[in-house]
């Protein structure tokens, strides 16, 4: 059975947006640099493998899986190395392919807002992930800081206190079943890592200068710059339209 991303030009998608690319590099590098030594790495939607490069130094053993066979052939025909290894497959499908409690770390980023059960979604990853191991989750914000702005005009006074995730697709598309796109809330995402075996480590609000006006009047290493020194202290608000977390799996 096909997946979404079988039908539709993802690395394509990528072409003009160097800077929200780049800030995603900014918060995976920062990461990896407060994680000791690794041999095993799981990324869980990889697609093409567009941030492959960025850890593979790291791992002796990495493992790369996507339900898009079109995008997964992609990144096999950029990743030549023989440590790589690919895997297709649904994300339910997974412990079923691979060993419980053999990665040091899991990758997963731009697949989150995809998943419509977030608890089973974070048990996988925790069946997968070894003892201490740990985890770089991304997600898309649901209360970022436009987002917040546009309800307090509205008059949705209690939109800060709404943990519930917000379905983004048209009522169109919902009717039409197609891939769901859900921003979370991000108290709720870190409650539910807690809940499940994980500490919180560090977090990063990424993509904070994300504006297409900006981008065409500043150059993108100056908002790479600023971008930086803008994703911890951001992190305190939960500011930018993606949120990345460093976390690590409990001993039980």
């Given amino acids: 059975m096909s997946a979404h991303y ?7 998608y990528w072409k003009g947006r160097d800077y929200e690319h780049k800030a995603e590099i900014e918060a995976l590098r920062a ?4 994680i000791p030594k690794i041999e095993s790495i799981l990324e869980i939607g990889a697609g093409f493998g567009r941030l492959v490069p960025v850890y593979s130094f790291r791992g002796k ?3 790369i899986s996507d339900p898009s066979a079109k995008l997964l052939a992609i990144a096999q025909n950029r990743l030549k190395q023989r440590k790589f290894r690919f895997i297709h497959s649904k994300l339910e499908n997974l412990p079923l392919k691979l060993k419980r409690e053999s990665f040091d770390l899991i990758i997963c ?3 989150m ?5 977030a608890d089973k979604f974070i048990g996988i990853i925790n069946n997968l992930l070894k003892v201490r191991g740990y985890l770089i989750l991304e997600f898309a914000n649901k209360k970022h800081f436009k987002a917040s ?3 307090f005009i509205k008059g949705n006074f209690t939109f800060p206190l709404d943990i519930f995730p917000s379905d983004k697709r048209s009522k169109k598309s919902i009717k039409n079943q197609s891939i769901p796109f859900l921003n979370y809330h991000p108290e709720s995402v870190k409650e539910k890592l807690t809940e499940s075996g994980f500490n919180i480590i560090k977090c990063r609000s990424v993509s904070n200068i994300r504006n297409s006006k900006l981008k065409t009047m500043i150059p993108t290493e100056t908002l790479l710059t600023l971008e930086k020194y803008l994703q911890i202290p951001l992190s305190y608000i ?3 339209p993606s949120i990345f977390i460093l976390a690590q799996k409990r001993i039980v």
């Fill in 31 to 34: 990461f990896l640099q407060s």
């Fill in 113 to 117: 807002h995809h998943i419509e059960d």
């Fill in 61 to 63: 053993k990495i493992v």
């Fill in 238 to 240: 939960n500011f930018g």
């Fill in 6 to 12: 079988d039908n539709y030009d993802y690395p394509a």
């Fill in 109 to 111: 980023v731009r697949v």
């Fill in 149 to 151: 702005i546009l309800q």
